[in-house]
């Protein structure tokens, strides 16, 4: 009797402090600093300014600031590809590092080829853009087969050394100053520009696509690219695993007036799945990646599942059931690498490439995601291959 009385006095404790944990979780404050992670001190001593103690070649890495319609200031890197830096390396080499961005080689290069490529990556939560695995990342691309592909990347409002608070209205006018800067600044034709994001970065690009897709005339990329996306907040917050193993939120699907309630309270509700409705719908033409590992703890990767769906399915006059698209989508089996599913309708091409290992990081540092920067700008030949 004594152990069954224990064993009920650890429920209810566990219990109170899960309903605590619910109860804090819907505040916004909390909210913001748990979904965005901005003030997270894990960057805390990294020189930003001096990407060469990241790895670069000096100057291959250009600092900047782009400024946001309402007055925040973005710190950025504009980084050069590594063979375009060969060409160059004794300017590179030389050149100083204080200046406007416009002054600089690297601003240069990319503006007055009318071939390259720019890259705009956004991140995921926590960090900044001198993160260990994302300056990985922007290595990874910068050594890779193309001398024509730069990438630009860019901390949100609060991440590092930007200025402002995160709110996703606040986010999105982000996405969309660098975007513009990108278009106007550096004269790069949005057609040559890929949006490549990862996690919470999956939210923004949908919703920067989203924004210039509705404009008229209609702004289309070369591509989109979303590593570990998410369908919305809600969807994210109920998955989300401490450290990897602890579903925190997830009990709420077991409360539906709870969980009614929780949707209510969050403000910041990144609906993915509904922009991406509005991005294909009103695309002549798109080229649109999910990639997913089956071995990521933070974000399931059913959650591209269900957003491959909703794009394929937005491509159909009538719409079609998940298992109409589960019996008409191209399946490629890879092995021990995955698979790939894959829907054309026209000039539309939407992937979904699940791995089965990298987990949720890792992943960006991969061949398949290298492969798929490739295919969007169609640098390799392999467009309209599998």
Known sequence: MALLENIGAGIVALSG????????????????????????????????????????????????????????????????????YEKHETTFQKEDRKGDIKTKLAFKLLTD?????????????????????????YRMISSG??????????????????????TEQGLIADAISVIDWARKEAGIPSTRILLLAQSLGTGLACAAADHFISLEPKVPFAGIILCAAFPSATKAFQSYSVGGFLPLLAPLRLFPSLEAWFRRRIKDTWMTDERLVNIVRRSDRLRLTFIHATSDKVIPCRMSDELFYVAANVTTTAGLTRMEVEERKEVIDLGEGGWVNKWVSGDKIIRKEIVKYGGHNGIMKWAPFSLAVLRNFELSGIEGQN
């Open 145 to 166: 087969a193309s001398s024509k592909i730069h990438v630009l990347a860019f901390d949100y409002r609060g991440f590092g050394k930007s200025t402002g608070t995160p």
């Open 17 to 84: 402090v899960w309903i605590f944990c619910v109860a804090l979780a819907s505040r916004r404050f909390i909210q913001r600093h748990v979904f965005y992670l901005h003030k997270l001190p894990i960057w805390w001593g990294q020189r930003l300014d001096d990407p060469e103690t990241f790895g670069f070649l000096r100057n291959q890495v250009t600092p900047l600031r782009i400024p946001t319609t309402d007055g925040e200031r973005l710190y950025a890197w504009l980084v050069s590809p590594l063979a375009l």
């Open 113 to 137: 080829d009318p071939e390259a490529h720019l890259i705009i990556y956004f991140h995921g939560n926590a960090g900044t853009v001198g993160q260990t695995r994302r300056t990985e990342t």
